[in-house]
C-alpha cells in the first residue's frame, strides 16, 4: 500500500503520525520511509524488526484512521487508564508520557526527591540502548530539535537540568562483547554510588536490551539497596517493551521508575515512550525544570506536577496518534493466554535456530553472560522474542560494517530485520557481523490465530525466504 493509495482519513493520521518528533521520525519524501526503514502505515515488507521499529499493522492503523479529534489532556488521561489496566498498575502510579525513549531520560531525572542536589546519573551500557541516551542522561539535548519544533544543539544543557547532572556510563560488555555477570555490573554501580558521596545516584537497570540483556538481576539489586538506602533512585530501561506485568510490579515494588516505549516489541510505529513512576517519587516531586518547557507539553504530565504548568498548553497530534497505536496492540496482545503466547514464541526461537543457526551457520548470541546459561532460561517468555545472530563465521568472516550492508540491502529485496549490534568481536579487532530477528506484540496477535501445523510452516517459509537473501546478497 503506497501512500497514494490512502483514503483522506488514512492520509491524514498517517501525516500526523511523522509529526511531534525529532528528526528521525521524518520520512524520506521520495521512498515515504524513516531513516529506520519503517513508514506510518501498513507496508507489504517481510518484517521481523521490532528491535529497531515497526510499521504499523492494518488493525491498528484502521484503529487510529477512525478516531474521533479529541482534547489532548483527556486522549492522554484515557491511554493513561488504559495502561494501568492493561499491566493491572495501581492507580497511584504516575504515568508521564515522552516522544520517545530517549526523552525518557528527562523523566527521570525531574522525578529525583531534591533539585537542590547533585545527581549522580548511572546509566547501563549506553551502545545497548540507544546513542542519544548518553546526552538526555546528563541532561542535555540529544537531537538538533525538540518533539517542540524547537532547534537546540545536540549536546547542550537543558536549563534547570544539566548543570546538576553527572554521569558514568557502565558497559555491560567485555572488550570481546561478552556480557558481564551481574555481579560485576553491581560492584562497578557499587564504585560509581562510592567515588560520588555526595550525590544521589539515580541507578539504571537494563530489561531488555538491545540483544535481550538483562542487568543486574534483582538479588543484586537488593543488595544495593541494603548498601545505599536512601542514596539511590531505580530506573528501569524497560524500552524495548519484552516485560510481563509482574516484572513491571516487582519493579515498582522496589520505587523504580520504568520506562517502556510503544515502538519495539509493542509493534507501534515509531516513536512514542511512557514512564511509569511509584507513587511514593510522585509524591514528593519537586518542580520541573525550566528547560522542560522546550521538550515537554503540559498534558503528557499528570495533572498537579509541580511546574508543568509552566509547559506549553497545546497539543502533540502525531504523539497522541502514535501512543494509540501502541496501547491498542499492548491491549490485544495482553487478552492472550499466556500458553498460548508461549506457543508462538517457542515456535519462533524454533524456527529462527533451524533456519539460522543449524542452516545457515549463524550463532545466536546468548542474552547472558558466558556460563550463565541459568539465567537466560529463568528470563521472562517475552525475551525470547528476539534473537540476536553472529554471521561473522559464514564464509569471508563478514564484519560488522558487511553486516550494515547487508541490512541496508535486504530492505531493498522486501525484508527488515533489526540493525545490527557490536557485540561479537573478530581474532583481527573488528565487530563481526549481526542481524536481529525479533517478533513483535502484533504479530504473535496474528500467529495465535494459526493452528500449529500452519504456524509453523508460516514461520518456515518467512526464515527461508530470509536465509535465501542472505545468501544471495552475502554472495
Given at each position: 500500500m503506497g501512500f497514494e493509495d490512502l483514503s483522506p482519513a488514512e492520509r491524514r493520521a498517517a501525516?500526523?503520525?511523522t509529526t511531534?518528533?525529532?528528526?528521525?521520525?521524518?520520512l524520506d519524501p521520495?521512498?515515504?520511509?524513516n531513516r529506520y526503514f519503517a513508514a506510518p502505515w501498513?507496508?507489504?515488507?517481510?518484517?521481523?524488526?521490532s528491535s529497531t521499529a515497526n510499521d504499523i499493522s492494518a488493525a491498528a492503523f484502521a484503529h487510529v484512521a477512525a478516531l474521533p479529534e479529541l482534547d489532548y489532556a483527556d486522549a492522554l488521561a484515557g491511554l493513561r487508564a488504559r495502561i494501568r489496566a492493561a499491566y493491572r498498575l495501581p492507580e497511584d502510579v504516575a504515568i508521564v508520557f515522552a516522544p520517545s525513549g530517549t526523552d525518557l531520560e528527562y523523566v527521570a531525572l525531574a522525578a529525583i526527591a531534591d533539585r537542590r542536589a547533585h545527581v549522580h546519573n548511572i546509566l547501563l551500557g549506553a551502545d545497548e540502548v540507544g546513542s542519544g541516551c548518553v546526552h538526555s542522561a546528563h541532561g542535555r539535548y540529544f537531537a538538533a530539535e525538540t518533539a517542540l519544533g524547537i532547534t537546540v544543539a545536540p549536546g547542550a544543557p537543558v536549563a534547570g537540568l544539566a548543570e546538576r547532572v553527572s554521569l558514568t556510563d557502565v558497559p555491560v560488555r567485555d572488550a570481546l562483547g561478552h556480557a558481564f555477570a551481574s555481579e560485576v555490573i553491581r560492584d562497578a554501580i557499587a564504585t560509581a554510588i562510592e567515588q560520588t558521596p555526595d550525590a544521589h545516584a539515580l541507578v539504571h537497570i537494563v530489561h531488555g536490551s538491545k540483544t535481550g540483556l538483562i542487568l543486574p538481576l534483582a538479588d543484586d539489586l537488593d543488595h544495593l539497596r541494603a548498601c545505599h538506602g536512601e542514596r539511590m533512585t531505580l530506573v528501569v530501561d524497560a524500552c524495548q517493551a519484552r516485560i510481563t506485568s509482574p516484572a513491571i510490579a516487582d519493579y515498582l515494588a522496589r520505587d523504580a521508575i520504568v520506562f517502556v516505549t510503544g515502538s519495539k516489541f509493542m509493534g507501534g510505529p515509531p516513536f512514542s515512550g511512557f514512564a511509569l513512576i511509584p507513587a511514593a517519587l510522585a509524591a514528593r516531586a519537586p518542580a520541573l525544570p525550566s528547560g522542560f518547557a522546550t521538550i515537554f507539553r503540559r498534558a503528557e504530565w499528570p495533572a498537579g506536577w509541580?511546574?508543568?504548568?509552566?509547559?506549553?498548553?497545546?497539543?502533540n497530534p502525531g504523539l497522541r496518534l502514535r501512543l494509540e497505536a501502541s496501547v491498542f496492540e499492548l491491549e490485544r496482545f495482553q487478552r492472550l493466554d499466556l500458553d498460548r503466547v508461549t506457543r508462538v514464541i517457542l515456535a519462533f526461537h524454533a524456527a529462527v535456530r533451524e533456519t539460522m543457526v543449524e542452516r545457515l551457520g549463524g550463532r545466536r548470541v546468548a542474552p547472558y553472560p558466558p556460563g550463565h546459561r541459568a539465567e537466560g532460561d529463568a528470563h521472562p517468555i517475552e525475551m525470547r522474542t528476539l534473537s540476536t545472530i553472529d554471521l561473522s563465521r559464514r564464509p569471508?568472516?563478514?564484519?560488522?560494517d558487511a553486516a550494515v550492508r547487508l541490512h541496508r540491502a535486504l530492505v531493498d529485496r522486501g525484508i527488515r530485520l533489526g540493525q545490527p549490534v557490536k557485540c561479537v568481536r573478530l581474532a583481527d579487532g573488528r565487530w563481526g557481523a549481526t542481524l536481529r530477528l525479533g517478533l513483535s506484540m502484533p504479530q504473535v496477535v496474528t500467529f495465535d490465530a494459526?493452528?500449529?501445523?500452519?504456524?509453523?510452516?508460516?514461520?518456515?517459509a518467512d526464515m527461508d525466504r530470509i536465509a535465501e537473501a542472505i545468501v544471495a546478497l552475502s554472495g
Open positions: 501525516e500526523r503520525m511531534g518528533g525529532d528528526a528521525r521520525i521524518t521520495v521512498r515515504h520511509i501498513p507496508q507489504p515488507v517481510l518484517a521481523y524488526a509541580p511546574g508543568a504548568e509552566r509547559l506549553p498548553g497545546d497539543a569471508g568472516q563478514p564484519d560488522f494459526l493452528d500449529t501445523d500452519a504456524l509453523e510452516s508460516r514461520l518456515a
